[in-house]
């Protein structure tokens, strides 16, 4: 319905830790719809901070507290994920080094469109 093209969405990290203070993920505020798991946060350098995982349940937080609750997702952060990739020595080997320099803006989303892909599954 939205098309193939990248979307982006601009978000920040609410929360250091993730539901029931995992220290796995962090909250963000970014809008997260359907089929966004797998997408990556990227800071103001383009460099890959995590990998969304989950949104909270509209359901669950009406049930808690009585209203719904906007733009509470969760990511793993890079930092977990690392370990894992560095693991296989084909993936470690194509890993680059993060980026320490500011960028424009636009510099940054054109490269992480440039960097993005969709996978569809059947």
């Known amino acids: ?19 029931q203070d995992d220290a796995r993920h962090f909250q963000i505020s970014a809008p997260i719809q359907s089929g966004n798991s797998g997408g990556a ?13 989950a949104k909270l349940s509209q ?3 009406l049930a808690t507290s009585g209203t719904l609750a906007e733009n509470v ?9 690392l370990s894992f990739l560095e693991s296989v020595p084909e993936v470690a080997a194509q890993l680059k080094e993060p980026n320490t320099q500011s960028r424009p803006f636009e ?6 469109e440039q960097a993005t892909v969709l996978v569809l599954v059947y």
Do not use: W
């Open 41 to 53: 946060p990227v800071d103001e350098r383009g460099n890959v901070i995590g990998v969304v995982v």
């Open 107 to 112: 510099d940054v989303v054109r490269d992480v």
């Open 59 to 61: 359901q669950a937080a």
């Open 73 to 81: 997702n969760y990511a793993v952060k890079s930092s977990y994920l």
């Open 1 to 19: 319905m939205q098309g193939f093209a990248p979307k982006l969405a601009k978000g920040e990290i609410a929360s250091l830790a993730g539901a």
